[in-house]
């Protein structure tokens, strides 16, 4: 029987990751997706920011709900988990946009959060470490990015927040040591053995995305070695640097 829940709640992740909320949004506002290179930033520039928060934390919803629903149910930690790796893998691969969605960073960041939380707050208060050693990597990330945009002379508070602009180093960066230290940090304490499999799967599924995503297309007209190119893509998150 644990088998079947098992299987039930990782497919109903993947639906959840699924869902096509950006996309339909995208299209009411007559942006394609299709030629978007991200399309949470253009969601936010060009659909009002109200719009593209609602859209950002719908994805981060994505991750959470899995965690909140598997401890809720009483569900092992294990299945709690594949769920919710699926549900990452549903918006980076989702069924009903062609298996190509987004990169996985916005339901990851759900899913940590939320996992991290909810064990400091019924006993594991040792996974405060772990909640730290995520969030203070993508925290200065962010603050690298949009300290000069925040910082330049005489910007209204409506430039200040139109997020956007050349590509960044310092957040895809952020994000990858923060996937990354969580599965290591994990272990280093002690946490249970599952909780730590799972956040290294986390990890794994979205480099992998990285990796993969628009590859064939960017190797058929590279510039630079398929090694640089991958290089740049596992630190980056793009082809050319």
């Not at 909140?68 to 691969?93: D, E, K, R």
């Not at 298996?99 to 707050?121: M, Q, V």
């Not at 019924?122 to 962010?142: E, M, R, S, W």
Request: proline content about 7%; some cysteine.
């Amino acid at each position: 029987m644990i088998l079947v829940y098992g299987v039930l709640f990782t497919l109903a992740g993947y639906l959840l990751g699924s869902l096509p909320q950006m996309h339909l949004v995208a299209r009411a506002k007559g942006i394609d997706p299709d030629v978007e290179p991200d399309l949470h930033a253009a969601l936010w520039q060009k659909a009002g920011r109200a719009i593209g928060f609602c859209t950002i934390f719908i994805d981060v919803l994505k991750g959470a709900i899995p965690i909140i629903a598997g401890f809720s149910l009483h569900l092992p930690l294990a299945i709690t988990l594949a769920g919710t790796v699926a549900a990452t893998c549903g918006q980076m691969w989702p069924l009903f946009a062609r298996f190509d969605g987004e990169k996985g960073n916005t339901p990851g960041i759900g899913a940590t959060l939320s996992l991290t939380s909810y064990l400091i707050a019924t006993g594991a208060a040792q996974a405060y470490i772990v909640l730290l050693a995520f969030v203070v990597p993508i925290v200065i990330g962010v603050a690298i990015k949009l300290a000069p945009q925040f910082l330049a002379p005489g910007q209204t508070w409506s430039q200040r927040l139109m997020f956007g602009g050349p590509p960044s180093d310092s957040m895809p960066l952020g994000n990858l040591v923060a996937f990354a230290a969580t599965p290591i940090v994990s272990y280093c304490i002690r946490l249970p053995l599952e909780m730590s499999i799972g956040l290294a799967f986390l990890f794994l599924v979205i480099v992998i995305r990285r990796l993969t995503a628009g590859l064939s297309a960017d190797l058929a007209t590279a510039t630079i070695s398929p090694a640089r190119i991958l290089l740049n893509r596992f630190l980056y998150d793009r082809s050319y640097h």
